[in-house]
């Protein structure tokens, strides 16, 4: 990281704290489970009449009400990012990395507490969101699995496109307290994969992730889902993904083949030194190239424990 940008980054967090960021609920972690939980929201920058426009922040929040009270939205999903979503092809093209992808989550899953996983890279058209996009499909064709998808990338958000359906309300809405969850998640025609956009655009994303609401939200959602998935802006030029990483067990680094700079890759790897890395995805190889056959070999197929492939 530049000298400049971990200043700018350090000034962006600082304000952030000082206008009641980092504002973390007592113990909401043990106060919420999937049978029952109440919890209190942190305080926000808005009005008091805004936060008594969202009263369910303090109900209970079990699955069923989930189901029940999120938005089911009808998407358009575009067929050519989002692979797994009508197709009874098996064997379409890079439904196979994937499954490999999730299967070796599962491995390091079982090491570590892996649920909230990051989906990043240097620079912006590595592939960030179609990794996260169809990770999360993959995540939900196992029977009885649910995925949480994100789009955490408030300045450049492509997730509603590719799963084609609105932006908004979504995690701006939610990070500025103008909706509780129900209000920013939805759920489309896939089982078990539930979806926040982003939101609307806003000035100052990296304020708005940094202010506390979004740790609070996923200590609250967390147990509902076996798998929450987010997309962010490119690592490199803005401190956004740094700042969602905090709140993730690991993250997942996209380097483009061919394109990728091996400095900047290094660049983006320095960002995350405090978080876990659980893997690197190599994204856009030659189908034919002899790196695909090392790709293959290396890892083999996914017949893995906790893998029932679908
Ligand atoms: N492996 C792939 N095969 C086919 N298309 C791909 C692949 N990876 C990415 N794309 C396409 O390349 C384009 C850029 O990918 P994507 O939007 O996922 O990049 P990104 O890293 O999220 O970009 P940004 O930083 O702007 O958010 C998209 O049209 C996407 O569908
Ligand atoms: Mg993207």
């Known amino acids: 990281m530049s000298r400049i940008h971990e200043a700018l980054k350090k000034a962006e967090e600082q304000r952030a704290a000082s206008q009641g960021g980092n504002i973390e609920p007592a113990s909401i972690s043990e106060m919420v489970n999937e049978s029952a939980a109440t919890a209190v929201a ?6 008091p009449s805004a936060v008594s426009a969202v009263p ?9 009400t989930l189901l029940a009270s999120c938005a089911q939205a009808r998407w358009s999903p575009d067929s050519k990012t989002m692979l797994f979503f009508n197709s009874d092809d098996e064997q379409g093209y890079g439904m196979e990395e994937f499954r490999t992808l999730r299967s070796r989550l599962y491995q390091m ?3 570590q507490s892996l649920k909230k996983v990051l989906v990043t890279s240097s620079l912006p058209k590595e592939g960030k969101s179609f990794v996260a996009a169809n990770l999360a499909q993959v995540m939900v064709r196992q029977q009885g699995r649910r995925a949480l998808l994100i789009d955490g990338d408030l300045r450049g958000p492509r997730l509603h496109q590719v799963l084609g359906t609105a932006s908004s309300p979504g995690l701006s809405e939610y990070l500025l307290g103008e909706v509780d969850e129900f209000g920013a998640i939805q759920r489309g025609p896939m089982d078990n994969l539930f979806f926040i956009p982003s939101g609307r655009t806003v000035s100052s994303p990296a304020e708005l992730v940094a202010n506390g609401r979004l740790k609070f939200l996923l200590n609250r959602i967390e147990p ?3 798998w929450i998935i987010i997309d962010s802006p490119p690592a490199v030029p803005v401190s956004d993904a740094g700042l969602l990483a905090n709140y993730c067990d690991g993250v997942l680094i996209v380097v483009r083949s061919n394109a990728t700079p091996f400095d900047i890759a290094r660049k983006a790897r320095q960002e995350f ?3 876990s890395l659980v893997g ?4 856009g190889i030659d189908v034919g190239s ?12 996914p017949n893995s424990q906790g893998d029932g492939r679908r």
Request: no cysteine; aromatic share 22%.
């Open 109 to 111: 899953r079982e090491k």
């Open 224 to 226: 509902l889902f076996d």
């Open 56 to 64: 369910s922040f303090s109900s209970p929040f079990t699955f069923d």
């Open 290 to 301: 002899s790196y695909t056959q090392y790709y293959y070999s290396s890892y083999g197929h």
């Open 280 to 283: 690197v995805v190599l994204n």
């Open 42 to 47: 942190p305080a926000v920058e808005h009005t």
């Open 273 to 275: 030194r405090d978080t």
